[in-house]
């Protein structure tokens, strides 16, 4: 570039740039008189609008919250409904002492600590004018009282609402969960204009994992209020969308007879149907009433719930980590067959120990002089520790490990409410990483019989239970199954899962686990055999565990009696009946409850009397029906196979999806 | 006379322009007033924004010592690393309130977004200072990719405050470079044209709803409509004089949110009212004509195209946020500059006016 060129485009650019720059100012002068004009119009002009606005007559928005959907058991009774309540509340716009207000009402009725506190919590977020709940479920004479006394309690209103109420708070504590007042943490998850008019969600259970259907859609009113800001006229109104009601595959008359046959002991117990892993029964023991959470516990309440032993806060059937001592028996023998490891004319000698090859511990069996020649059947039936031992280590913990882990141990099972635990089926893979230590040959031995690393919840159990009871088929358990939108006119269904079908090797492996657990029951030798009563329409398949809390020195014999309460073993059952034709797959667990035959089996067997006394003789009869071959897509059958060929067909992925849109 | 010229040789050795400092400390003070009152007297968060108005004055000073010359050397780099942290942002970037916009760098999290507001600038500057002035077709488009590239990537987190100050202060730049009236006028008509896959595909569903609501902000007055309803009553009850310092009932009763970030405007307008707001408007104005004066003085292309984008883009801030808060624009999420709260966007705006005293005060060197 020469010199001149440089000089004349050096001048051109700063003439451009010149001109450019008066553009520039007259672009600013031009956007500062927009503003300003804008400005003047809203500030000048319409002041006075505003200012009425502002002052005077002031246009408030308020939110008409939904009515929350409700909840009905299998067979339509009413789980969870909203009855009409009164509300005492107070809007902080219109008082100048609240404390002195509170205190004022405090005389009148009875106001506890924790409804101040969560009061002045909710002051602090709510926009001023909007009203906030100091007490909920207010009597006829507390309304009376205020209502006499209303003319000097500026501020002060009584509002008719609904309040959820649970009809079986104790009986479904742990399953529907219950819904309570808002806090801070939920306040920021929660979509904020859905909830402007709500104060409860779901906390716990159903009502916490389907907050999102249960809940609705808020509705709106313009209101014209005067300075003290009472109601003029609504000036516009939007209704709001109810939420969705569900239903439920719990059996609440089940459920009653599973409480009752409790008799107070502390344990779980879950049943569920083998055809499509829908839920019967969830009971975990000792329950609370959930009605109490509602409207906040009041702390001292609160901590006798919270801090007594019993834990009945604790829902067991899916927390709840337990040894499934020789319940996990019939499946390991299973294993054994499956995999080749053994025969189906398999024997072993029991001598009432074991020793590994080289060791000198003993594991002893339960019976002291042991039982004999023992075939497979006969492991089952008598529950032989020895032949289990033997049969974990010829198959290695791997084996059992990936064999377990197809039956859903040591994994969450998917089931619709929150939280559950994995329980643990422990693998050399797992103590390496967990531990950082290797797998000794004896942790394989004790896992045999369901103890050492062994872990199951409740849930699991249940769940492995009907798997194995109809023929390897893992279903993902449901607790709902139809959702009852407003705007449809008959329920949606729930798609039953199916997320495997467990291989099988030889069908005849697993009728001899079905014959040796049906003997548990039948036979004359069974560990389970109180179960068998003379007259019975069907047979029951099970097997009776006892699960040791702690473990006993080396040859020292020990007396139950001895034993502090809390240190005894665990009871547990597994079961699913009829044997042939399964229609319901059960355990339970029965916490220090003793020996698993005497103690968890009869609850088992009254829950499954129950619960088949609505199948005619021909129902129990009928061959089991063929379960889908493949997880079934968007066009697998419906929840309830007998009302469903014109019901629409939904997945509960689907319905929490949509939830959440509309939330 | 000579005592002013020694004076400002004092501060010119300093790097520092006096006039321009002048009227940026007096609109912060200003801010810092209305703040007290819009935080609802919150010593805390004062003391906050107080930290961070002393960082970023540092930073300003800091950059007015470098050179234009060494700026503009270091505008590709710059760019380069802003754009590549801006894809970083996209894979693995922090969430929060459902935009993707920081980098957590482990011992502080980094809006790279808020960097592009003087990186794009700086590169489109640079690249067009070293060819034709006005530029060629060819250059032109390139200048547009250049541009493009980091704008999307921000509309993308998504932040659509962000993307349309970076569009505005790259566009100023080729502006001032001087691009024909034809071609501004064809490309005013090809945007309108990209408004609408914009509208279809970029944007997500809570911009468009700001869009809508701003047309009609009666459709959602539980949601954002609520804002600009509650804002424009509080504008408008300000009247000539205003209700008084911390007399805001508007803002006091809770009724106008985020009252002390992107709504601060609305404080200011109820409480001091039109009067107030014609000074607060004039001690912007002061600093926008400071700042054409400045760039109208500067040596060199780069120096020029940089300085007048980054005092338009200031003008863009101003015209948008009390846009939005008045109901004339939508609610975008622009903060009112100087004024509100917020740490990111105050480091930025007074970096560049460390990079306008730079201009200003090594005139003379250069010169030599």
């Known amino acids: 570039m020469t010199e001149r060129q440089h000089l004349k485009d050096h001048f051109i650019e700063q003439r451009i740039f010149q001109n450019r720059s008066i553009v520039a100012i007259f672009f600013t002068l031009v956007l500062f008189g927009i503003l300003i004009f804008r400005l003047y119009i809203l500030q000048i002009t319409n002041h006075e609008h505003f200012t009425t606005l502002s002052q005077n007559n002031r246009v408030s928005v308020q939110a008409i919250p939904p009515t929350r959907g409700l909840i009905y058991d299998r067979n339509g009774i009413i789980l969870a409904e909203n009855l009409p309540s009164y509300t005492l509340q107070i809007i902080p716009e219109q008082t100048t002492d609240i404390d002195g207000l509170i205190n004022d009402l405090s005389l009148l009725v009875d106001i506890r600590e924790i409804d101040i506190k969560k009061f002045k919590k909710e002051v602090r977020r709510k926009r001023r004018f909007e009203g906030i709940p100091l007490r909920f479920r207010l009597n006829d004479e507390e309304v009376a009282i205020i209502s006499v006394n209303l003319h000097r309690l500026p501020g002060v209103e009584i509002k008719a609402q609904l309040s959820r109420f649970y009809p079986y708070g104790t009986e479904t504590a742990h399953v529907v969960g219950y819904v309570g007042r808002i806090n801070e943490k939920e306040l920021k998850r929660l979509p904020i204009t859905n909830y402007s008019g709500t104060n409860h969600t779901g906390k716990l259970g159903i009502e916490k994992s389907y907050e999102a259907l249960l809940h609705g859609q808020v509705g709106y009113q313009k209101v014209e209020t005067n300075v003290r800001g009472r109601v003029q006229r609504v000036l516009e109104r939007s209704n709001p969308t109810p939420g969705d009601d569900l239903y439920l595959n719990l059996d609440i008359k089940l459920q009653q007879v599973a409480i009752e046959a409790f008799e107070g002991k502390r344990g779980a117990l879950v049943a569920i149907n083998p055809e499509n892993g829908h839920i019967l029964s969830m009971v975990s023991m000792p329950d609370y009433d959930a009605n109490l959470f509602v409207n906040g516990i009041d702390s001292k309440s609160y901590n006798a719930l919270n801090q007594s032993w019993e834990r009945p806060l604790f829902n067991r059937t899916v927390l709840g980590s337990y040894p499934p001592g020789s319940t996990i028996k019939p499946f390991f023998a299973l294993a054994g067959l499956e995999s080749n490891t053994i025969q189906l004319d398999h024997q072993v000698f029991c001598p009432g120990f074991y020793r590994l090859k080289g060791k000198a511990h003993k594991y002893r069996d339960w019976k002291k002089w042991g039982h004999g020649k023992t075939d497979i059947e006969k492991s089952i039936v008598q529950s032989c520790d020895v032949f289990y031992y033997d049969l974990a280590f010829k198959l290695g913990i791997d084996k059992m490990h990936k064999f377990m882990t197809l039956f859903g141990f040591g994994k969450r099972s998917g089931i619709d409410i929150l939280g559950e635990r994995s329980g643990l089926m422990p693998s050399k893979k797992w103590k390496k990483r967990v531990h950082n230590q290797v797998w000794f040959p004896g942790e394989t031995v004790i896992a045999g019989i369901g103890q050492g690393y062994v872990l199951v919840t409740p849930l699991q159990l249940a769940l492995g239970t009907a798997t194995l009871a109809n023929g390897g088929h893992y279903f993902q358990p449901q607790l709902v199954s139809a959702i009852q939108r407003k705007s449809d006119i008959i329920p949606r269904q729930v798609i039953p899962q199916m997320i495997r079908q467990i291989p099988i090797l030889r069908q005849e492996n697993w009728d001899e686990i079905y014959h040796g657990m049906t003997e548990v029951i039948h036979g004359a030798r069974g560990t389970a055999r109180r179960l068998n009563k003379p007259g019975m329409r069907y047979k029951i398949a099970g097997k009776t565990g006892t699960a040791q809390v702690f473990s006993v020195a080396q040859d020292a014999s020990y007396k139950e009696d001895e034993l502090e309460e809390r240190l005894k073993d665990h009871a547990l059952f597994m079961a699913f009946a009829p044997a042939k034709n399964p229609k319901i797959a059960i355990a339970v667990v029965i916490e220090n409850g003793g020996h698993g035959g005497s103690v968890a089996a009869p609850i088992a067997g009254k829950v499954i009397a129950a619960h088949l006394s609505q199948f005619s003789d021909e129902e129990l009869k009928r061959p089991a029906q063929k379960l889908p071959e493949k997880t079934p897509g968007q066009t697998a059958p419906p929840a309830d196979p007998d009302n469903s060929s014109s019901t629409p067909v939904y997945s509960l992925k689907q319905a929490q999806h949509e939830g959440h849109n509309h939330g | ?368």
Request: without cysteine; proline residues 4%.
């Open chain 2, 1 to 368: 006379m000579a005592s002013r010229t020694s004076s400002q040789s004092l501060f010119f050795r300093l790097h520092i322009d006096i006039t321009l400092l002048m009227g940026l400390v007096a609109l912060i003070a200003l801010g810092q007033i209305i703040l007290y009152s819009a935080s609802g007297e919150n010593v805390a968060l004062m003391q906050r924004q107080g930290i961070r108005l002393g960082i970023a004055f540092i930073v300003m000073l800091v950059i007015a010592q470098i050179s234009p010359d060494a700026l503009r050397r270091w505008s590709p780099i710059l760019f380069i690393i802003g754009t590549v942290m801006l894809v970083a942002v996209l894979f693995f970037g922090t969430k929060a309130l459902g935009a993707q916009r920081w980098l957590n760098l482990g011992l502080f999290r980094f809006q790279p977004s808020e960097m592009m507001k003087l990186a794009v600038p700086m590169m489109l500057a640079w690249y067009l200072s070293s060819g034709h002035i006005p530029p060629r077709k060819g250059h032109l488009l390139l200048a547009l990719i250049i541009l493009m590239l980091p704008v999307l990537l921000i509309a993308k987190q998504p932040d659509l405050g962000t993307s349309l100050l970076v569009t505005s202060a790259g566009l100023f730049v080729i502006f001032m470079a001087g691009v024909s009236w034809q071609l501004i006028l064809g490309f005013a008509f090809a945007g309108m044209a990209f408004t609408i896959p914009m509208w279809l595909f970029l944007m997500r569903d809570y911009q468009r709803q700001r869009v809508l609501t701003m047309l009609n902000p009666e459709s959602d007055p539980l949601g954002s409509g609520y804002h600009i309803i509650q804002s424009k009553i509080a504008i408008g009850s300000g009247g000539t004089f205003g209700k008084g310092w911390l007399n805001g009932t508007q803002s006091h009763l809770e009724f106008l949110p985020e009252r002390h970030t992107d709504f601060i405007f609305s404080v200011f307008a109820e409480e001091f009212g039109f009067s107030g707001i014609l000074l607060l408007l004039s001690l912007y104005l002061f600093v926008i004509f400071r700042g054409i004066y400045i760039t109208s003085q500067a040596h060199g292309t780069f120096s020029r195209l940089l300085g007048a984008s980054i005092v338009l883009t200031f003008l863009v801030y101003i015209f948008v946020n009390i846009g939005m808060v008045s109901g004339i624009l939508p609610v975008v999420g622009v903060p009112l500059p100087l004024v509100s709260y917020g740490g990111t966007s105050i480091v930025t705006l007074l970096a560049g006016f460390g990079i306008l005293m730079s201009i200003h005060t090594h005139r003379k060197l250069l010169a030599h």
